[in-house]
Protein backbone atom coordinates (compact mmCIF):
# COMPACT_ATOMS: atom_id res chain seq x y z
CA UNK A 1 0.00 0.00 0.00
CA UNK A 2 1.65 3.54 -1.23
CA UNK A 3 1.87 6.07 1.39
CA UNK A 4 -0.20 8.58 -0.94
CA UNK A 5 -3.92 7.44 -2.52
CA UNK A 6 -4.38 7.66 -5.98
CA UNK A 7 -7.39 6.69 -7.89
CA UNK A 8 -6.48 3.04 -9.81
CA UNK A 9 -7.93 4.52 -13.01
CA UNK A 10 -9.84 7.68 -14.59
CA UNK A 11 -10.97 8.06 -18.15
CA UNK A 12 -12.40 10.93 -20.64
CA UNK A 13 -12.58 12.11 -23.82
CA UNK A 14 -10.78 14.09 -26.39
CA UNK A 15 -11.27 17.56 -25.41
CA UNK A 16 -12.30 17.11 -21.83
CA UNK A 17 -10.65 17.71 -18.61
CA UNK A 18 -10.32 15.31 -15.86
CA UNK A 19 -8.74 15.51 -12.23
CA UNK A 20 -6.62 13.50 -10.34
CA UNK A 21 -6.36 13.11 -6.55
CA UNK A 22 -3.65 12.47 -4.51
CA UNK A 23 -4.34 12.22 -0.72
CA UNK A 24 -1.60 12.19 2.03
CA UNK A 25 -1.25 13.54 5.85
CA UNK A 26 -0.38 16.27 7.35
CA UNK A 27 3.16 15.07 7.79
CA UNK A 28 3.75 14.96 3.84
CA UNK A 29 1.02 17.00 1.20
CA UNK A 30 -0.59 18.40 4.29
CA UNK A 31 2.58 20.27 5.55
CA UNK A 32 4.64 21.33 2.77
CA UNK A 33 4.46 22.82 -0.83
CA UNK A 34 6.70 20.28 -1.94
CA UNK A 35 4.25 17.75 -4.37
CA UNK A 36 5.01 16.95 -7.52
CA UNK A 37 3.76 14.92 -10.78
CA UNK A 38 5.12 12.83 -12.94
CA UNK A 39 3.48 11.19 -16.39
CA UNK A 40 4.89 7.47 -17.46
CA UNK A 41 3.77 6.15 -20.58
CA UNK A 42 4.38 2.08 -21.27
CA UNK A 43 8.29 0.98 -20.70
CA UNK A 44 9.41 5.04 -20.73
CA UNK A 45 10.79 7.00 -18.12
CA UNK A 46 8.85 9.18 -16.16
CA UNK A 47 8.55 12.81 -17.07
CA UNK A 48 7.83 15.51 -14.73
CA UNK A 49 4.80 17.74 -15.51
CA UNK A 50 4.62 19.59 -12.07
CA UNK A 51 6.68 20.55 -9.24
CA UNK A 52 6.44 22.35 -5.82
CA UNK A 53 2.36 22.01 -6.16
CA UNK A 54 1.93 23.55 -9.47
CA UNK A 55 4.97 24.70 -11.20
CA UNK A 56 5.67 23.41 -14.63
CA UNK A 57 9.17 22.49 -16.14
CA UNK A 58 10.17 24.59 -19.29
CA UNK A 59 8.49 22.38 -22.34
CA UNK A 60 5.47 20.97 -20.07
CA UNK A 61 2.30 22.06 -21.99
CA UNK A 62 -0.26 24.53 -19.97
CA UNK A 63 -2.71 21.90 -20.34
CA UNK A 64 -1.59 20.04 -17.37
CA UNK A 65 -1.90 22.10 -13.85
CA UNK A 66 -1.65 21.31 -10.18
CA UNK A 67 -3.04 22.05 -7.32
CA UNK A 68 -3.69 21.43 -3.44
CA UNK A 69 -5.86 21.78 -0.65
CA UNK A 70 -5.49 20.40 2.50
CA UNK A 71 -3.95 17.20 2.81
CA UNK A 72 -4.82 16.51 -0.88
CA UNK A 73 -2.97 17.70 -4.21
CA UNK A 74 -4.21 17.04 -7.56
CA UNK A 75 -3.31 17.31 -11.15
CA UNK A 76 -5.86 18.72 -14.25
CA UNK A 77 -5.57 17.82 -17.90
CA UNK A 78 -7.63 20.22 -19.85
CA UNK A 79 -7.87 19.23 -23.59
CA UNK A 80 -7.30 15.99 -22.99
CA UNK A 81 -5.62 14.76 -25.85
CA UNK A 82 -5.13 10.29 -27.22
CA UNK A 83 -1.51 10.91 -26.67
CA UNK A 84 -2.22 11.80 -23.02
CA UNK A 85 -3.14 8.28 -22.19
CA UNK A 86 -0.48 7.03 -19.59
CA UNK A 87 0.05 6.24 -15.86
CA UNK A 88 0.14 9.11 -13.77
CA UNK A 89 1.82 9.09 -10.19
CA UNK A 90 2.91 12.26 -7.49
CA UNK A 91 5.20 12.49 -4.67
CA UNK A 92 5.51 14.83 -1.49
CA UNK A 93 8.17 15.55 0.57
CA UNK A 94 7.36 13.65 4.08
CA UNK A 95 8.59 14.74 7.59
CA UNK A 96 9.25 10.96 7.98
CA UNK A 97 13.31 10.20 7.02
CA UNK A 98 12.42 8.46 3.68
CA UNK A 99 12.29 12.39 2.78
CA UNK A 100 9.36 11.48 -0.51
CA UNK A 101 6.90 9.45 -0.28
CA UNK A 102 4.75 8.25 -4.03
CA UNK A 103 0.88 7.57 -4.70
CA UNK A 104 0.53 4.51 -6.03
CA UNK A 105 -0.62 5.51 -9.89
CA UNK A 106 -3.94 6.10 -11.74
CA UNK A 107 -4.08 4.69 -15.13
CA UNK A 108 -5.63 7.88 -17.22
CA UNK A 109 -7.42 6.49 -20.71
CA UNK A 110 -8.63 8.44 -23.40
CA UNK A 111 -11.95 6.87 -24.81
CA UNK B 1 20.82 15.49 -24.16
CA UNK B 2 20.56 15.19 -20.73
CA UNK B 3 19.84 10.92 -20.37
CA UNK B 4 20.14 8.61 -17.86
CA UNK B 5 20.70 4.98 -18.57
CA UNK B 6 20.66 2.11 -16.39
CA UNK B 7 21.72 -1.73 -16.56
CA UNK B 8 22.47 -4.34 -14.89
CA UNK B 9 19.14 -6.06 -13.63
CA UNK B 10 18.49 -9.92 -14.02
CA UNK B 11 17.01 -12.16 -12.39
CA UNK B 12 18.68 -13.83 -8.60
CA UNK B 13 18.09 -15.95 -5.97
CA UNK B 14 17.47 -14.43 -2.54
CA UNK B 15 20.94 -13.97 -0.49
CA UNK B 16 22.51 -12.93 -4.03
CA UNK B 17 24.09 -9.54 -5.34
CA UNK B 18 23.76 -7.38 -7.69
CA UNK B 19 25.61 -4.59 -8.94
CA UNK B 20 23.20 -1.66 -11.11
CA UNK B 21 24.82 0.67 -13.34
CA UNK B 22 23.20 3.95 -14.89
CA UNK B 23 25.34 5.89 -17.57
CA UNK B 24 24.89 10.19 -16.68
CA UNK B 25 24.97 11.90 -19.89
CA UNK B 26 24.83 15.74 -20.78
CA UNK B 27 26.15 16.74 -16.83
CA UNK B 28 28.57 15.61 -14.58
CA UNK B 29 27.64 12.84 -12.26
CA UNK B 30 29.50 14.63 -9.50
CA UNK B 31 27.88 18.25 -9.93
CA UNK B 32 24.20 17.04 -8.85
CA UNK B 33 22.91 14.70 -6.28
CA UNK B 34 21.55 10.95 -7.61
CA UNK B 35 18.96 8.83 -6.13
CA UNK B 36 18.12 5.34 -6.97
CA UNK B 37 14.09 4.97 -6.76
CA UNK B 38 12.48 1.29 -7.44
CA UNK B 39 8.90 0.42 -8.15
CA UNK B 40 7.59 -3.15 -7.63
CA UNK B 41 5.08 -5.04 -9.82
CA UNK B 42 1.84 -3.45 -9.38
CA UNK B 43 2.86 -0.75 -6.00
CA UNK B 44 4.03 2.75 -6.20
CA UNK B 45 7.42 3.99 -5.72
CA UNK B 46 9.86 3.58 -3.52
CA UNK B 47 13.02 5.94 -2.65
CA UNK B 48 16.13 3.40 -1.83
CA UNK B 49 19.11 5.81 -1.91
CA UNK B 50 21.02 9.34 -2.63
CA UNK B 51 24.22 10.49 -2.86
CA UNK B 52 24.58 14.35 -2.80
CA UNK B 53 26.93 16.34 -5.12
CA UNK B 54 29.17 16.64 -1.98
CA UNK B 55 29.49 12.38 -1.78
CA UNK B 56 27.78 12.41 1.47
CA UNK B 57 25.11 8.93 0.92
CA UNK B 58 22.21 7.77 2.74
CA UNK B 59 20.08 4.58 2.28
CA UNK B 60 16.15 3.59 3.20
CA UNK B 61 15.75 1.97 6.52
CA UNK B 62 15.11 -1.04 4.02
CA UNK B 63 17.58 -1.34 2.52
CA UNK B 64 20.41 0.19 5.15
CA UNK B 65 23.42 -2.29 5.54
CA UNK B 66 22.54 -4.30 2.48
CA UNK B 67 22.65 -1.47 -0.50
CA UNK B 68 25.02 0.51 -1.19
CA UNK B 69 25.06 4.28 -3.63
CA UNK B 70 28.45 5.18 -5.33
CA UNK B 71 29.54 6.97 -8.13
CA UNK B 72 32.81 6.90 -10.85
CA UNK B 73 33.36 10.23 -11.98
CA UNK B 74 35.87 8.85 -14.31
CA UNK B 75 33.07 6.68 -16.18
CA UNK B 76 30.39 9.41 -15.26
CA UNK B 77 28.33 6.33 -13.92
CA UNK B 78 26.06 5.84 -10.58
CA UNK B 79 25.58 2.12 -8.94
CA UNK B 80 23.85 0.78 -6.85
CA UNK B 81 25.51 -2.43 -5.20
CA UNK B 82 22.83 -4.82 -3.90
CA UNK B 83 23.88 -7.63 -1.26
CA UNK B 84 21.75 -9.99 0.79
CA UNK B 85 18.91 -9.62 -2.24
CA UNK B 86 15.26 -10.66 -0.48
CA UNK B 87 12.46 -11.62 -2.73
CA UNK B 88 10.74 -7.95 -1.28
CA UNK B 89 13.25 -6.00 -2.94
CA UNK B 90 12.05 -7.69 -6.59
CA UNK B 91 11.44 -4.51 -8.35
CA UNK B 92 12.16 -2.18 -11.25
CA UNK B 93 14.75 0.13 -10.12
CA UNK B 94 15.24 3.75 -11.85
CA UNK B 95 17.84 6.21 -11.36
CA UNK B 96 16.90 9.94 -10.72
CA UNK B 97 18.18 13.74 -10.64
CA UNK B 98 16.52 15.47 -7.87
CA UNK B 99 15.31 18.72 -9.09
CA UNK B 100 17.14 20.48 -5.66
CA UNK B 101 20.61 19.14 -5.03
CA UNK B 102 19.85 18.88 -1.64
CA UNK B 103 16.47 16.73 -1.80
CA UNK B 104 14.34 19.33 -0.31
CA UNK B 105 11.59 19.34 -2.79
CA UNK B 106 11.19 15.66 -3.15
CA UNK B 107 10.95 15.79 -6.86
CA UNK B 108 12.95 14.47 -9.71
CA UNK B 109 13.81 16.23 -13.16
CA UNK B 110 15.39 13.15 -15.19
CA UNK B 111 14.28 9.55 -14.72
CA UNK B 112 16.29 6.80 -16.76
CA UNK B 113 14.11 3.87 -17.85
CA UNK B 114 15.06 1.85 -14.96
CA UNK B 115 16.36 -2.53 -15.12
CA UNK B 116 14.26 -4.71 -13.49
CA UNK B 117 15.52 -6.98 -10.81
CA UNK B 118 13.88 -10.25 -10.27
CA UNK B 119 15.10 -11.82 -6.73
CA UNK B 120 13.23 -15.86 -7.19
CA UNK B 121 14.41 -18.95 -6.25
Known amino acids: QSALTQPASVSGSPGQSITISCTGTSSDIGGYNFVSWYQQHPDKAPKLLIYDVSNRPSGVSNRFSGSKSGNTASLTISGLQTEDEADYFCASYTISNTHVVFGGGTKLTVL | EVQLVESGGGLIQPGGSLRLSCVVS????????MTWVRQAPGKGFEWVAI???????YHADSVEGRFTISRDISKNTLYLQMNSLRVGDTARYYC???????????????WGQGTMVTVSS
Open chain 2, 96 to 110: ARPLSDDFSRASFDI
Open chain 2, 26 to 33: GFTVSSKS
Open chain 2, 51 to 57: IYSVGST
